[in-house]
């Protein structure tokens, strides 16, 4: 009986621990299977392509925000003027986020992604063609509902084709991929005006129509649906050609798929009405043992978003005005490529401490950064001590938005 049993206890530890499926454990479920695949060329395909949207946002946004100084001068509007356009992009971003989450679970993740480029594509072109407030507003407004309809959906397909032991690395590249897009921006205004005075801002807006769609046309041709998704939808086929594709970019064809008939995930009860389902996880997130963090959890979200995004408004307006030892651009380009080395040392800290120790930590960088960052910029005083805390403090909002963002995703 010993030899019978160890060996089936033993390939059950073995496929737990290296996703690799044995006979006496075949995967059954969907989420058993992308367990099986492990992680590889098909995961990190998904990655950038649904992660993209990330991208795009941080690009898109700071051209908006560095620009938007030139923009006012130009059309002689207030700073008031600039403030509501700026903050009317994060009012798209949180309708978007309302509509693409619920949506996509209904449509799919892979119709959302596509819908998110395809917006954000052409309203970034519009605000670079505007010609009143009105126009200005409206594009930005669109600009902001097409990033907010593909963020929820893209965290979701990333998590729903990742290994869980992968999920924490997979979601911590998101803060990457964001980098990425600051640097990409930053690269273009560095070229354009390194001192941030003498901005091209429509051709500079209408340039950043080019990276969604460059990654939206590579995302209509090579993205995928979440097999997940499709098992719980029972489009078991559909979801078997994606698993089929998968084992393949993955040099996995060993990996037995044909078992996800019962397949299940929250999105897809189809036993209870809509109505029913959405009631019940209203009550999962606000009931009483789960009500404090679901609001500590959106207070941090806001509070990160307070801070990074303040900062990268409040940076241009100032960057202008103090003596540096660099030009704006080429700070704010440091700035980015610290922020990427910062978005890696995040990943490797999250697996040496736990979730409220990094939202611990991103709290109290964010609340010191921005306080010498206000410090050091203020005034005429032009010391070489105030100068590096200056150039220190930038980087404490993407530090602290690190920290924050990893906890959150």
């Known amino acids: 009986k010993l030899f019978t049993v160890l060996p089936s206890y033993l390939a059950r530890r073995a496929a737990r621990h290296f996703g690799r499926p044995s006979a006496a454990m075949a995967p059954r479920t969907a989420p058993d299977v992308i367990e099986a695949l492990g992680c590889g060329p098909a995961q990190l395909r998904v990655l950038c392509l649904s992660h993209g949207i990330w ?16 923009m006012l001068r130009d059309f002689q509007w ?11 992009i994060f009012m798209g971003i949180g309708i978007g986020c309302l509509i693409g989450g619920p949506v996509g679970d209904i449509r799919g993740r892979r119709p959302m992604v596509l819908l998110s480029y395809a917006i954000a594509a052409a309203a970034q072109a ?8 009105w126009t200005m507003a409206i594009s930005r407004l669109i600009l902001g509902i097409g990033h907010g309809v593909g963020m929820p959906t893209s965290l979701a397909l990333v998590a729903e084709v990742s290994p869980a032991s992968m999920r924490k690395t997979m979601q911590g590249l998101r803060n990457v991929i964001f980098a990425l897009g600051t640097i990409a ?17 429509r051709a500079l807006l ?13 995302a209509w041709f090579v993205l ?23 084992c393949q970019q993955n040099a996995r064809p060993s990996v037995d798929i044909s078992l996800i008939g019962s397949s299940r995930c929250a999105s897809g009860d189809e036993s209870k009405s809509r109505g029913a389902f959405w009631e019940r996880q209203l009550r999962m997130v606000l009931g009483g043992q789960r009500l404090f963090t679901t609001l ?9 978003n307070v801070v990074l995004w303040g900062h990268s408004f409040a940076f241009p307006q100032v960057a202008v005005q103090v003596h540096t030892a660099l030009p704006a651009a080429y700070e704010s380009l440091a700035q980015a490529g610290i922020g990427l080395v910062i978005c890696f040392v995040a990943i490797a800290i999250a697996y040496c401490t736990t979730y409220r120790s990094l939202l611990l930590i991103g709290q109290v ?44 995703f």
């Open 296 to 304: 500590a959890l959106s207070m941090g979200s806001f509070v990160g």
């Open 224 to 246: 995928v649906e979440s097999p997940v998704f499709l098992a719980s939808r029972h489009r078991l086929e559909e979801a078997g050609d994606v698993f089929a594709l998968m």
């Open 185 to 201: 921006s930053g690269v273009v205004i560095a070229l354009d005006s390194p001192d941030l005075r003498a901005l091209h801002w």
């Open 78 to 88: 207030s700073s008031s003027v600039g403030a509501s356009l700026t903050s009317v």
């Open 206 to 218: 209408i340039s950043g129509a080019v990276p969604p769609l460059i990654l939206g046309v590579l």
């Open 55 to 70: 991208l795009v946002e941080a690009c898109q946004v700071s051209l908006q925000m560095v620009t938007t100084r030139t």
């Open 126 to 133: 519009c605000t670079g063609l505007a010609t009143t407030y």
């Open 365 to 408: 960088v964010g609340i010191v950064g921005p306080l010498l960052f206000a410090w050091s910029g203020a005034g005429q005083n032009e010391s070489t001590f105030k100068q590096l805390v200056f150039f220190v403090s930038q980087n404490c909002p993407g530090l602290s938005a690190a920290f924050f963002f990893f906890f959150f």
